[in-house]
């Protein structure tokens, strides 16, 4: 059956005195996205209005997820300790990033 290509984000972290993280998020994630942000008071911006929101929220559910931190650490902490989020494109070079889930238009000139 081979790899499953999933069309999810995986999100490169940096975390200031921690190793650079990367994970996978799933549906899950998104899913919590979802649930989250309209109960937020003022209730959160969409991810497109807030793209570094969104990176930061979703590579927290994915970490806490997958056990790369405890599910005790909250949003707020990890919101506060992540120096940088990227996403990552996978068929690209290593290390290449998308960067944020919105399109930029050409540069001027």
Known sequence: M??????NPRIKIVREGQPELEVQTTNADLVLWDLTRPKQRPVWPTFQEAPFLWLTFLSWAAARRTGAIPT???FERWRDEVLDVTSVDDSAEPDSELGSPFQLGPEPG
């Not at 081979?2 to 069309?7: D, N």
């Open 72 to 74: 005790d650490h909250t």
């Open 2 to 7: 081979g790899e499953v290509k999933l069309t």
